[in-house]
């Protein structure tokens, strides 16, 4: 999936049989734990399976049935991200029109939530692709290889209008971001398992890495933040709202990149061989720095509060 940049259809049908792609609300807590493990295995794969749910969460707080389907979540445009209510998509004579930028599942997803905005407000759209009214065109990314990362030009008559679009996206967020954060605890996981290991058999300088206390000492502070990262995803997915989830993606990105690092140097030179899972994860960790909002905009949710 990395070296292609494909999504793999086969797992997608797999996570249609398993239920994966009908995540509730509800069960946040399960779904970020499958999501953790997951990404241990397949990073892209977990970051489909959690930009499908967004789809689920809006319908699930609509008291909507989400189809079976893989969807993607269509927020950020050429021309703003962050800045969400700036955007240009409108839904208007019963048609959205415009273009959204660096949708996850957009190689592949049957469904599109988009947010457009109206005369009155902005709305949260769904929409089937059919009938060549929504195009694709895949990016080619560093980051997240195989999520089928796409560019996507929509003019076509959704099935499903929401009202209050972007109140309602930002409540979506609330939810995803523990998700999303579960991520980056699998992969953390998986390196602070892959260094650890690697530094009980490789000797330097007639002893293991690992009696050496610089390498211990190292790889005890990333099992540190691990498991703080660990208790707050568990924490926000319990009790989601806007700040426990911006605190925790947060704290994904910064711990993720450290473990990263701190397992490439433990790993040497190897660590930058292409195609391994540490090298795919030096590649991805970056990601966590950006999506779902940003840490500057993670940072201006929590000092709302202050
Ligand atoms: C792996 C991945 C998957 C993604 N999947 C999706 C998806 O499925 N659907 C979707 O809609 N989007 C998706 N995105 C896009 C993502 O949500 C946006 O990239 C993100 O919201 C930031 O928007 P932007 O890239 O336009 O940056 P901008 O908003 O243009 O920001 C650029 C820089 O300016 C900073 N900045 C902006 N405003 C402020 C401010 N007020 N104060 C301080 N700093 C500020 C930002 O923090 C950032 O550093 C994905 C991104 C990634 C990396």
Same mark, same amino acid.
């Given at each position: 999936?990395?070296?292609?940049?494909?999504?793999?259809?086969?797992?997608?049908?797999? *996570?249609?049989?398993?239920?994966?792609?009908?995540?509730?609300?509800?069960?946040?807590?399960?779904? =970020?734990?499958?999501?953790?493990?997951?990404?241990?295995?397949?990073?892209?794969?977990?970051?489909?399976?959690?930009?499908?749910?967004?789809?689920?969460?809006?319908?699930?707080?609509?008291?909507?049935?989400?189809?079976?389907?893989?969807?993607?979540?269509?927020?950020?445009?050429?021309?703003?991200?962050?800045?969400?209510?700036?955007?240009?998509?409108?839904?208007?004579?019963?048609? $959205?029109?415009?273009?959204?930028?660096?949708?996850?599942?957009?190689?592949?997803?049957?469904?599109?939530?988009?947010?457009?905005?109206?005369?009155?407000?902005?709305?949260?759209?769904? =929409?089937?692709?059919?009938?060549? =009214?929504?195009?694709?065109?895949?990016?080619?990314?560093?980051?997240?290889?195989?999520?089928?990362?796409?560019?996507?030009?929509?003019?076509?008559?959704?099935?499903?209008?929401?009202?209050?679009?972007?109140?309602?996206?930002?409540?979506?967020?609330?939810?995803?971001?523990?998700?999303?954060?579960?991520?980056?605890?699998?992969?953390?996981?998986?390196?602070?398992?892959?260094?650890?290991?690697?530094?009980?058999?490789?000797?330097?300088?007639?002893?293991?890495?690992?009696?050496?206390?610089?390498?211990?000492?190292?790889?005890?502070?990333?099992?540190?933040?691990?498991?703080?990262?660990?208790?707050? $995803?568990?924490?926000?997915?319990?009790?989601?709202?806007? $700040?426990?989830? *911006?605190?925790?993606?947060?704290?994904? *990105?910064?711990?993720?990149?450290?473990?990263?690092?701190?397992?490439?140097?433990?790993?040497?030179?190897?660590?930058?061989?292409?195609?391994?899972? $540490?090298?795919?994860?030096?590649?991805?960790?970056?990601?966590?720095?950006?999506?779902?909002?940003?840490?500057?905009?993670?940072?201006?949710?929590?000092?709302?509060?202050?």
């Amino acid at each position: 999936m990395d070296k292609k940049n494909e999504m793999n259809p086969e797992l997608i049908r797999l *996570a249609k049989k398993c239920g994966l792609l009908n995540p509730k609300i509800e069960n946040l807590l399960d779904f =970020c734990k499958i999501v953790e493990d997951i990404a241990k295995v397949n990073q892209s794969f977990a970051l489909s399976i959690v930009a499908n749910a967004m789809t689920c969460f809006a319908l699930d707080l609509s008291d909507i049935q989400p189809e079976n389907e893989l969807s993607s979540f269509s927020l950020t445009e050429p021309t703003s991200g962050s800045d969400i209510k700036n955007l240009k998509t409108f839904y208007d004579f019963k048609i $959205v029109k415009g273009v959204k930028t660096l949708v996850t599942n957009a190689e592949m997803a049957k469904n599109f939530m988009v947010l457009a905005k109206t005369e009155k407000g902005e709305v949260l759209c769904l =929409c089937k692709r059919k009938n060549n =009214c929504i195009s694709v065109r895949k990016l080619d990314t560093t980051a997240f290889r195989g999520s089928g990362i796409g560019v996507v030009k929509f003019n076509v008559e959704p099935e499903i209008v929401l009202k209050d679009g972007i109140r309602l996206s930002l409540n979506v967020l609330n939810y995803s971001r523990p998700a999303f954060s579960a991520i980056a605890l699998g992969i953390s996981e998986k390196c602070f398992e892959i260094a650890l290991n690697y530094a009980k058999r490789r000797k330097s300088f007639n002893k293991k890495l690992i009696e050496h206390q610089a390498v211990k000492f190292a790889l005890a502070e990333c099992f540190a933040e691990i498991e703080s990262l660990k208790s707050m $995803v568990y924490k926000a997915s319990k009790k989601p709202n806007s $700040v426990t989830s *911006a605190v925790c993606k947060l704290l994904a *990105a910064k711990t993720i990149k450290k473990v990263v690092d701190c397992t490439m140097q433990v790993l040497g030179g190897h660590s930058l061989v292409r195609g391994g899972y $540490v090298e795919r994860a030096y590649r991805d960790c970056k990601a966590f720095d950006i999506g779902e909002g940003t840490n500057e905009v993670m940072k201006i949710i929590i000092s709302k509060t202050f």
